[in-house]
């Protein structure tokens, strides 16, 4: 009788100790990158449909625009960290022989349960400056370590040779 006691409590501690050494993990679950108007807005109304047309609408007029914002949708579970941050990076359109490159980053907050929502801006004086974005490149990061990444179409992949057509 005591060794199943002893032994439903040292599986008690492991269940509860099991939170603390867990490994950081962390996903992008998802990214919508939406132009800015003259306002800031990226919208008129709260109307996904509302939306969608008014973004349709900046496409066709881009001198109507004021930035990008890159709307993230992520997850993290992580111990006890104030080094979360979301990373951006965007290529423009190529002058010479390279793109144009740009970083943006945010620090966010730890949180547990379910997904959150953080943006990050290009706009102002700097995205009239980078100029059109051609692709993009989202991470996750607790420190020094990805947690994930989720990329554009034309991002590529740097570890993979170029493909060279014959």
């Known amino acids: 009788m005591m060794r199943c006691f002893v032994t439903g409590l040292l ?11 867990q490994a950081a ?3 992008i679950i998802k990214v919508l990158p939406q132009f800015l108007d003259e306002h800031g807005k990226a919208s008129l109304s709260p109307s996904l449909y509302d939306r969608d047309a008014y973004q349709a609408d900046l ?3 881009p001198l109507r625009r004021s930035g990008v914002r890159y709307n993230i949708q992520w997850k993290a579970r992580v111990p006890k960290s104030d080094q979360l941050k979301l990373r951006v990076e965007l290529r423009g359109v190529a002058q010479g ?3 144009k ?10 949180r547990y349960w379910l997904s959150h929502w953080s943006n ?7 995205y009239r400056s980078f100029g059109e974005v051609t692709a993009w490149h989202v991470t ?3 420190g020094d370590k990805m947690l994930d990444e989720q990329k554009s179409f034309l991002w590529g992949d740097k570890s993979a040779p170029p493909q060279v057509a014959h």
């Open 11 to 21: 599986f008690s501690c492991c269940l509860l100790l099991a939170p603390a050494i």
């Open 25 to 27: 993990s962390g996903s």
């Open 59 to 61: 496409r066709r007029h």
């Open 97 to 99: 022989k390279l793109p």
């Open 101 to 110: 490159e740009l970083t943006l980053e945010k620090i966010i907050p730890e």
């Open 120 to 126: 990050l801006d290009l706009s102002g004086e700097t």
């Open 140 to 142: 996750i990061w607790d």
